[in-house]
């Protein structure tokens, strides 16, 4: 249990200045805060480490060609375009 004393000892080292009411409501909150990590530290960690939920490894469906856009059709819109492909502005 996190006593009156102990907050305010804390609040001493690391330069906070608390009255007494404040100290008495951290002492509180650091109490059950603590009693969250007791919580924890119960819980059984010594199982085999999970990376995903299902066993699964390398899930893959089968190429399969589709119907696209020709060249044309695809650079149809295209602002610039050279030789058949997609021509972007000069940066430098």
Known sequence: MISRADVEHLGWLSRIELTGEEAEKFAEELDTILGY???LDSVDVDLQPL???LDLSNVFRDDEVRPSFSQ???LFNAKLRE???FRAPRIL
């Open 51 to 53: 990376h995903h939920v």
């Open 37 to 39: 990590f007791k919580v």
């Open 83 to 85: 030789n058949g492909y």
């Open 72 to 74: 044309n059709e695809a």
